[in-house]
């Protein structure tokens, strides 16, 4: 039986992350993945090939919708689907070819087996052809993610009633589509389609889509959507989904309690996603789980057993791919004696819809419940000249801030390329810095950044100046 410092049992962002520090560090190092190809939900059927399809659906859409005003004429483009489908298969293997060559590099052992405990320091992996190897591991981090989450009501038959995971390799592009779930998996999958023509209508139980994100950044993504032809049905609950070989019937009762009934060819389920500890064997070495499924940890992310570590989606916290790659440095770095620090108010929240959405820190409802005075600056897209330029003129940027102190509190945004500028607030807010330190910085013009020093340029005594 061959020992190892360090064991990481999952391969997604969090957990080759985390292999990687650790080599870094000099442990010796191995990982374990139950499927063939490393890089978990994220790399192959999350994150990255919705990117791609995003890309892609976003790159037709414009080629129907902006490209004769841009002064571009082409014939009337047409969606080749299945070749759609083929792009985003060739980018995820890529993605994941780059974690086969970071691991080769760092020295780190690969297993491809479902890994599970026998001992706090011993875990069998069992391969794809019944074969049961086991290894040692003086440390253990557990980092296997997280699955779609299903009310027990409804049946997912991966045809008609699908997740996540086969929404992105269908067999044909559908007419209609019912999505249950109007969070960031349901809007983003939702875009992709609705762009190439079909039908999309999102049933959400709250009376808001992106209820956990700030009330202005769900009610302006609505209204973009609603020029591609989504239609929203909020304050809405699901009670019943049937599907036969051609379609799906979804039953729902609204806000005043009046059955509903909708009908399309598929409906995806989109209501979040739950951790995935099943067949870990936690329960024979005492391992505690939480109610909701999560692995209990410590401010170290250590579980109740000495030496077992858990991260990412199967902990507390945001369910996010970046979220768990800071984790699995902490986790490397703890274990090495080293006082790493993470500030989780600073893990940003994106959604990659067209305007792109993206937040981090408080709400403007979170402040209000702790008390906290504060401020508001807020900016329009469309009063940019660069979002002129590029025809990108839908969103805003909010800026809050503290009434007394000035210090930045919270930023959200929707707008082109928020994803990428949501960057500067994470930084702005890491050194604890002000409206008025952003407002006093010069940012290039004509950029989409302008918007954020215009919005503190608001928060801070009403000065903005474009508006």
Known sequence: ?????????????????????????????????????????????????????????????????????????????????????????????????????????????????????????????????????????????????????????????????????????????????????????????????????????????????????????????SRTMKKMGVKFYTSHKVTEVAATDANVTLKATDKKGQEVSFEAEYCLVAIGRKPYTEGLGLEKIGVQVTERGQIEVNDRLETNVSGIFAIGDVVRGAMLAHKAEEEGVFVAETIAGQHPHINYNLIPGVVYTWPEVAAVGQTEAQLKEQGIPYKVGSFPMRALGRARASMDIDGLVKVLAHAETDEILGVHMIGARAADMIAEAVIAMEFRASAEDIARSSHAHPTYTEAIKEACLAATENRALHV
């Open 1 to 221: 039986m061959e020992n190892f410092d360090v064991v990481v049992i999952g391969s997604g962002p969090g957990g080759y992350v985390a292999a990687i520090r650790c080599a870094q560090l000099g442990f010796k190092t191995a990982i374990i993945e139950r499927y063939a190809t490393l890089g978990g939900t994220c790399l192959n059927v999350g994150c990255i090939p919705s990117k791609a399809l995003l890309d892609s659906s976003e790159h037709y859409y414009n080629a129907i919708h902006t490209f004769k005003e841009h002064g571009i004429v082409i014939e009337t483009p047409q969606v080749n689907f299945p070749q759609m489908i083929a792009r985003k298969k060739g980018v995820v293997d890529i993605t994941c070819k780059g974690i086969d060559y970071l691991m080769n590099k760092n020295k780190i052992t690969v297993y491809n087996g479902h890994g599970s405990f026998l001992t706090s320091n011993t875990i069998s992996i069992k391969k794809e052809d019944g074969s049961v190897e086991e290894i040692g591991a003086n440390k253990t981090i557990i980092a296997t993610g997280s699955k779609p989450a299903c009310p027990p009501f409804i049946t997912i038959d991966k045809k008609r009633v699908i997740t996540s995971t086969e929404a992105l390799s269908l067999p044909e592009l559908p007419k209609s589509m019912l999505i249950i779930g109007g969070g960031v998996i349901g809007l983003e999958l939702g875009s992709v389609y609705a762009r190439l023509g079909t039908q999309v209508s999102i049933v959400e139980f709250m009376d808001t889509i992106l209820p956990t994100m700030d009330a202005d950044l769900g009610k302006e993504l």
